[in-house]
């Protein structure tokens, strides 16, 4: 990750969005450097239901042939952690990588990086590589439409969060516009969070599936999956969706380094990206049809109604076998909840 080093957070100089937004998150003392963590401000699907979702996941690896789950972006290790105790996915390699040092809570044999560059191919060789609330978090350009119709840049006081308005957008920004954002009916105060950083990591992780792959001449497969907040291409929020989170609550978006910020994904993009970049295949759904068709929710499957007591065994099913299924019902279905983390986007790529 890029850092400001000396100039974490100045505070008299006004910055365009992307840079304060990477300084604030991934600076010296940022809200993921240096915080407590994902989990203590917001709620992931794993830090929902870590159980199901390992087990959706290990599924996941062994339908698409993978022999490892790559988790970029994993926080504090949640997902790979609950992997470890999940019968179905005995047996698959591990291997975690955020901004942070290997967190302390991470089972030995479950290997550990400080950035996708430090990743060994090792790692990507046949593996399920997951991005899952990754993207969101991938500072990006912010323009807004100015009262003569112009694009412009948006700066932001650090600190403050106030803003002011920079030089006009660049032609590569206006590109990515008339591909991926279209402005015909825009007005004066909309903005467009220019998703081009994004794709350039994804691109990123299929180039490096694609050389692990060849290189260690595996014969299992090489799968990507991403899984975010997102939009499509018919259907762009007008002002943007750039917010902030702090300590469970949606707050303004101040790059302050106390607060994440996040701006919703335009996966159809990240699709193409990765497609140019050597993917094969590509599949976009929702989590909660994805998630259903891994066996969470459906009739006899994790968090179903037949996950229940069965009448006529009441003692063998009382007391807190009762009250554990309940709670992994009501886990399942916060997943599958198609006005909340049930809307999620997931990519699927094959390398
Ligand atoms: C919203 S959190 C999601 C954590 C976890 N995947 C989950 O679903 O609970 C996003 C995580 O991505 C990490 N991250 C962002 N950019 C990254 C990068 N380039 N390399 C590694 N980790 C990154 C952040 O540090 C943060 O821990």
């Not at 600076?27 to 929902?48: I, L, N, Q």
């Not at 504090?76 to 591990?94: D, K, M, Q, S």
């Amino acid at each position: 990750m890029g850092s400001l080093h000396a100039e974490w957070l100045p505070r008299d100089q006004a910055l365009p969005w992307e840079e304060a937004w990477q300084a604030a998150l991934y600076g010296p003392e940022g809200f993921f450097t240096a915080g407590a963590g994902p989990a203590a401000h917001f709620r992931t699907a794993v830090h929902a239901a870590p159980g199901p979702l390992a087990t959706a996941v290990a599924r996941l690896a062994r339908r698409e042939g993978c022999t490892a789950v790559l988790d970029i972006g994993a926080g504090r290790g949640e997902l790979l952690v609950a992997l470890t105790t999940c019968p179905e996915a005995a047996g698959l390699g591990l291997h975690g990588v955020d901004v942070i040092p290997r967190p302390p809570e991470l089972p030995g044999a479950v290997g550990w990086s400080t950035c996708i560059e430090a990743t060994p191919p090792a790692a990507f060789a046949g593996a399920l590589v997951v991005a899952w609330e990754l993207l969101d978090d991938v500072p990006c350009p912010v323009l807004e439409r100015d009262d003569d119709g112009v694009w412009r840049r948006v700066l932001v006081h650090p600190v403050s969060g106030i803003e002011d308005l920079g030089d006009p957008a660049d032609e590569a920004d206006l590109d990515w516009c008339r591909r991926w954002w279209p402005t015909d009916a825009a007005e004066e105060g909309d903005r467009i969070e220019i998703g081009r950083p994004r794709e350039d990591l994804w691109g990123g992780l299929v180039l490096r599936a694609a050389a692990s792959r060849r290189s260690s001449g595996t014969t299992g497969s090489s799968v990507l999956l991403a899984v975010d907040y997102r939009h499509e291409r018919s259907g762009r929020p007008p002002a943007g969706s750039l917010a902030g989170y702090r300590l469970g609550r949606l707050v303004p978006p101040v790059p302050d380094g106390t607060t994440n910020i996040t701006a919703h994904v335009a996966l159809d993009a990240v699709a193409e990206a990765g497609a140019r970049a050597g993917a094969t295949s590509t599949r976009l759904t929702d989590q909660r049809t994805a998630l259903t068709e891994l066996g969470l929710g459906s009739p006899g499957g994790m968090g179903s109604p037949g996950d229940e007591p069965p009448s006529g065994e009441p003692h063998e099913f009382g007391g807190e076998e009762a009250l554990r299924r309940l709670a992994g019902r009501s886990a399942v279905a916060e997943l599958l909840d198609p006005g909340s983390l049930g809307s999620f986007g997931w990519l699927l790529q094959r390398v």
